[in-house]
């Protein structure tokens, strides 16, 4: 089963709250996670997405608001939640010099693995990152996927029941990060809740909800589905041309057209109203002479979605 | 003007060995002005060695190299003067702040103050840097590091501009100024290079190169790659993704299931006739679903049937 509404709760967040002096870096953040669901944190750089991770990794006191992990307060127990969490960041902290087995005994000594259970988790993530045979190669030498598997790998010598994920794939191959979820997904099937944080949107289709996070506070949770048929105002064209930098252009003072983003080779058009404003588009371009191949409405990508309700202003300021 | 304009790049069968071993072999491959060239592929595909080769810090053991007809093995000085190379880590100075790199870039390119003062402000604007002009390069976030290594590295105007990887690290509204800036370009007629391991960034490419152990694989538009995807897509939205899947993974016809987000991704032989088979198998397994409905193959999906099925040979 994999029913994540039938899971137990593994992690409430209620009204989260952390301040550094002025900057309110998570602002009232509230939400639940269940027993083998994937969650994705998505938003922009700065929004408080890796705050809001090490809050509940027990690793930042929150300034008000209460998180419970694995029935634990983060606040009250942080050596506890720590026990029953894994984490894994987009740096891996693997140590180059050691071997694969000697990283993995490592970590599972810091989460105090010992004896015929240690060698058991040993095989077991040796056998998950499929580096069987090269126990004692030195992690130097392998290449970013297979690091990436043995951090994880490594993420789990505990069992944690539940496996927080910091921007686990970045410059990984798309093969390697097809094998990686797989893996997650496998993880997901024992019961492992996850929480991973992602800039990409082909990455966040594999997740079963989204929190989408923008300057400190939660703007929308929902199934990938979800928030492509809901959280979105208007519609979107998609207009194909042969010159898509002229038509950006040319589109880019129509009214109608709320926003325009170059997107393959073709443009996205946010409009209020598909079937009425196609008419303000295709006359835009006959009074500049431009020809285009293709107007047409099409569902929203998850990126629509992250662009609309995040917007320029909110990844410019979230910055400051 | 000739009909056929002299292309940007014009690589023949290059070969680039490191004792030995075959970074890149027998690559050839053509851009014209104002294409946006998209080199994909897994770790150590080659990826790297091309764009070093193409920016003339590197010379090929064989084949030649042409930017804008210009020799890049003999005249490697000339063809840098025309090309931008963004590597990976560009190399910001973290302790000066925005402005003072771009000087120092802007000089070392020979750049007037007026050219520069001028580019820069528009180059800053397109990004939304603006209002970072006196921060440190340090202080700045992974995205913003980005913005202003390609606003360093377009501060000459360059014909060819080569990016490794621009925008690993960078969040989605960010990745769009960021091609904004790159789709103006186009319409000066630089031509645009890139290597990169996400779709994001692949889909937005004119033609891609699907490189493996240093070959070019495949090379086309993404349109008509998606075409060569063996089979076709079925999306099934349910909440019980992994009964579904187990319900339809080893039926006929059927040559893959992914768990996704929202459901499974399964790959059949025959979208139409499939359809309705899965829709009945789940109806009869008591899995709950919403729909089933045929997606266009994503150049991720694409990537891994093709380089499989490559590795399988």
Known sequence: MNDASAGEIRIVADRLVKRFGDFVAVNEVSFEARRGEIIGFLGPNGAGKSTTIRILCGLLRPTSGKAEVAGLDVARYPERVRENIGYMSQKFSLYNDLSVRENLRFFGGVYGVKGE????????????????GREDALVADLSGGWKQRLAL???????????????????????????FWHLIYALAGEGVCVVITTHYMDEAEYCNRIALI???????LGSPGELKRSAIRGEILLVEGDDPGAILEALEGVPAARDVAPFGSSLHIVVDDAARDVAAIEARLKERGLSWSKIEPIKPTLEDVFVQLVGGDGARGAAQ | MNDAPKPSIEARNVTKRFGGVAAVEGLS???????????????GAGKTTIMRLLAAVMRPDE??????????????????SRVSYMPQRFGLYEDLTVDENIEFFAELFGISRRERDERAERLLAASGMTPFRKRRAGQLSGGMKQKLGL????????????????????????????WRILYGLRGEGVAIVVATSYLDEAERCTRLGLL??????YCDTPARLKTLMPGEILAIASR?????????????????????????????DDAARRAKELEAALTRGHVEFDEIERIAPSIEDLFVALLTGEKAR
């Open chain 2, 151 to 178: 606003t360093c590295s377009l501060i000459h105007t360059p014909r060819v501009l080569l990016l490794d990887e621009p925008t690993a690290g960078v969040d989605p509204v960010s990745r769009r100024d960021f």
């Open chain 2, 63 to 80: 084949g030649s190299i042409a930017i804008e007809g210009l020799d890049a093995v003999a005249d490697p000085e000339r063809v840098r």
């Open chain 1, 153 to 179: 790998g490594a993420a789990v010598m505990h069992e944690p029941a539940i496996l927080f994920l910091d921007e686990p794939t970045s410059g990984v191959d798309p093969e390697s990060r097809r094998r």
């Open chain 2, 212 to 217: 493996r152990d240093g070959r070019m694989l």
């Open chain 1, 214 to 220: 923008n300057g400190g506070r939660l703007i929308a």
């Open chain 2, 29 to 43: 491959v053509a851009c014209a002005p104002g294409e946006v060239f998209g080199f994909v592929g897994p770790d």
């Open chain 1, 117 to 132: 259970r240690l060698s058991k988790r040993l095989d077991f993530a040796v056998d998950m990152a499929g580096l069987k």
């Open chain 2, 240 to 268: 019980e993704a992994r009964r579904a899947r187990d319900v339809v993974a080893e039926r006929d016809g059927v040559k893959g299931a992914i768990l996704m987000g929202d459901g499974v991704h399964v790959v059949v």
